[in-house]
């Protein structure tokens, strides 16, 4: 790959350049303020963990008491729902291990639920214009 698109945070596999950044944001069951300071540090190390297997990137991370904030750059052979059914599912197991309260004070650690939008480099209009501008070549 050309050390321009590196140097702009592009990815390559043998085929496929890519950048594939996604924000997401995911819940405690009932929105419950359950992610205590300490819990808030292993769920990063957690997400940093999945993140890394799954050949991700984590550009930013807020948990708060109450939700989690992701700024992911994605695989795209491994896909976003993907990696965020893994972050959960690593996450509140792991966690309801270590910190047996959580066990008691919720069924399940996560909503089923997630928000997902795509960052992308450009906006919808340039790539929109890009797209008719190709009509006439």
Known sequence: M???LKEKGYHASETTI???MYHVIFCPKYRRSVLTPPIQKRMKEIVVAVANENNSGVCEMEVM???VHLLLDVDPTVG???IISRI???SSNML???FPELKRKLPTLWTRSKFIA???AVSLDVVKQYIEEQKGK
């Open 18 to 20: 890519y950048r594939c």
């Open 118 to 120: 795509t960052v992308g």
């Open 2 to 4: 050309n050390r321009s």
């Open 80 to 82: 976003i729902d993907v």
């Open 96 to 98: 309801r291990k270590e």
């Open 88 to 90: 959960k599912g690593r």
């Open 65 to 67: 008491e109450d939700h």
